[in-house]
């Protein structure tokens, strides 16, 4: 008769002879420390450089919106006092309506003007010409804001501009663009238009692509075509992109300078004046620093604001598949 042999347990041992070890090998302390701050040592070189360059100038830019400073002596705490004079200023008034004018109608065009093309360039055109048409129109975006805008300074001249020696071909008379209100206005929101449309373009060709054939289908078989197609389906699904595309366009319109001060100088008058033009002038032409500050704070908390109001709209607007 045979007899069974087991293996008694809990002795430890393996086949082969070699001991089995129960113990889970845990980090050392020192191994344990240095899980911990590792990240943190990466993370290091940012942190300090984002605390020096960004976080420590904002600090001292609202510090010195409470001070009358102008280099040349010690700063001088007043309080408020700059904050009063700015609202009591009619040219920084001026500013900031010029800036919302600026906005309402820069931010309409360009988010109006990427969203067409945006579609036309997914829907109407082939593959090989969409990669073409995508760098055409962002290729603006990476030139120099000031150089383009004193190259279009020369086309929009009066006297021996491009754009009215066109016009002058189908006998429409000279335009004063720079120089009268309106036109100076104008050339300044086409210019910043055209150069900065190539961003919000991007995103909405990315929305459009991530929109589900299928729901174009679903669409199709339920009878919407056309402009109906875009504006029950695209408009309601693109309405995330839309978000991020405008909220972006606001900011960055807010802090127009570039545009207006090579083109127009904020002229004529106060036309085209905006409030970082404004900051530019109080700061480093007429040095008073504090009220410069001041207007900054006042900029920053507005754009705060619009920011806000638009996401907490967006509740009841932007819907996420």
Do not use: C
Request: glycine share 8%; no cysteine.
């Amino acid at each position: 008769m045979s007899t069974a042999t087991s293996t008694p347990t809990g002795t430890g041992k393996q086949p082969g002879g070699r001991q089995a070890s129960h113990k889970h090998s845990q980090p050392s302390k020192r191994g344990r420390v240095q899980q911990r701050w590792l990240p943190w040592a990466f993370l290091a070189p940012t942190i300090v450089g984002m605390g020096i360059f960004t976080l420590l100038p904002i600090a001292a830019s609202v510090a010195l919106a409470f001070f009358r400073w102008d280099i040349i002596s010690a700063p001088t705490f007043v309080g408020f006092d700059n904050f009063a004079e700015v609202v009591q200023d009619p040219t920084v008034r001026v500013s900031f309506l010029n800036t919302i004018v600026f906005v309402i109608v820069a931010v309409a065009l360009q988010l109006g003007l990427a969203l067409g093309l945006a579609i036309m360039v997914q829907e109407k055109l082939p593959a090989w010409l969409r990669v073409f048409f995508r760098s055409a129109f962002f290729f603006p975006l990476i030139l120099s804001a000031a150089s383009v805008s004193i190259f279009m300074r020369y086309l929009f001249n009066e006297q021996f501009g491009v754009v009215n020696w066109l016009l002058s071909l189908v006998g429409v008379p000279a335009v004063p663009w720079l120089t009268t209100p309106g036109g100076s206005a104008a050339v300044v929101i086409l210019v910043y238009v055209w150069q900065n449309f190539g961003f919000s373009f991007l995103l909405f060709v990315g929305g459009l692509a991530s929109i589900p054939v299928e729901t174009y289908e679903a669409a199709s078989i339920d009878g919407a075509t056309g402009w109906r197609k875009h504006f029950y389906v695209t408009l309601p699904l693109l309405s995330p992109t839309t978000l991020v595309a405008s909220v972006m366009a606001i900011i960055n319109a807010l802090q127009v300078f570039d545009q207006p001060y090579v083109l127009t100088r904020g002229g004529p008058g106060d036309s085209t004046r905006t409030a970082v033009m404004v900051i530019f002038e109080s700061a480093f032409q007429r040095l008073e620093f504090g009220q410069a500050s001041a207007i900054g704070v006042i900029l920053t908390l507005i754009i705060m604001a619009i920011t806000a109001a638009q996401f907490r709209l967006s509740k009841r607007f932007v819907f996420y598949q």
